[in-house]
């Protein structure tokens, strides 16, 4: 069973600078995706950013990317020039391409990393 | 508008009183799930559907169960809730096949549900 690590419970950053959330997976598949989600205190889940596990290039919407290291099964969220509306809870997931029969439409989720944005 | 949602969004209960969450999609979805949500825990999937009538256990069934005679709906029933239910629960849909929509799951606005 594939498992993912947010070692992070907790990160906080200045308004404008840049931080880094950590994502470790274990999984003995090769085809698979990846997502970051953002979970706001209105509890929706929004997706963040995806990454396909065949493309080597790293993902990037706007002032969030991605570092994916497939052989170290790491998947970081960076995300600069921080606003105060990024403050949330931040999710890293886990999806498998192998067909089998429904459950690979499965998110595997970490525990989540909580991130303040200070003023 | 393409959504999925979930009644009600916030729901307080008695140990073992029958309840139903509510869940529609508007997007002719093959595939829905329901997760729990858990401090400490992330998400983990309760049940899944991949049709009409078709049904399986996600990671945490125990004391759930679910049904899917329409497309668009997918209920989450908890026959005799107990305390260690309480908790955030979310309903999600995606096309199914390999195709860039399903890329990723659409989320209902979340169901907190407590216990006592």
């Known amino acids: 069973a594939q498992t993912v690590t947010q070692s992070q419970p907790e990160m906080s950053v200045q308004e404008a600078e840049t931080v880094t959330l950590s994502c470790t997976y274990d999984?003995?598949?090769?085809?698979?995706?990846l997502f970051w989600y953002k979970q706001p205190p209105s509890r929706q889940m929004i997706l963040v950013i995806r990454?396909?596990?065949?493309?080597?290039q790293n993902a990037t919407e706007n002032r969030f990317s991605v570092n994916f290291q497939k052989a170290a099964k790491s998947f970081s969220l960076k995300i600069s020039d921080s606003q105060l509306g990024d403050a949330a809870m931040y999710f890293c997931?886990?999806?498998?391409?192998?067909?089998?029969?429904?459950?690979?439409?499965?998110?595997?989720f970490g525990k989540g990393t909580l991130l303040t944005v200070n003023p | 508008e393409a959504q999925v949602t979930q009644n009600p969004r916030y729901l307080i209960t008695v140990t073992g009183k029958k309840l139903t969450v509510t869940c529609s999609q508007n997007?002719?979805?093959?595939?829905m799930s329901w997760y729990r949500q858990d401090p400490g825990l992330g998400l983990r999937q309760i049940y899944y559907?991949?049709?009409?009538?078709?049904?399986d256990k996600g990671d945490v069934p125990e004391g759930y169960k679910v049904s899917r005679k329409e497309k668009r709906n997918f209920p989450l029933i908890l026959e005799s809730p107990s305390p260690n239910q309480t908790s955030l629960y979310f309903c999600?849909?995606?096309?199914?096949?390999?195709?860039?929509?399903?890329?990723?799951?659409?989320f209902g606005s979340g169901t907190q549900l407590s216990v006592l």
């Open positions: 999600a849909s995606s096309p199914v096949g390999r195709h860039p929509t399903n890329e990723k799951l659409f």
């Open positions: 999984t003995s598949e090769s085809d698979y995706y």
């Open positions: 990454q396909e596990a065949y493309k080597q």
């Open positions: 997931a886990y999806r498998s391409l192998t067909d089998s029969g429904g459950s690979n439409y499965k998110l595997t």
């Open positions: 997007m002719n979805h093959e595939y």
């Open positions: 559907s991949m049709n009409v009538e078709v049904t």
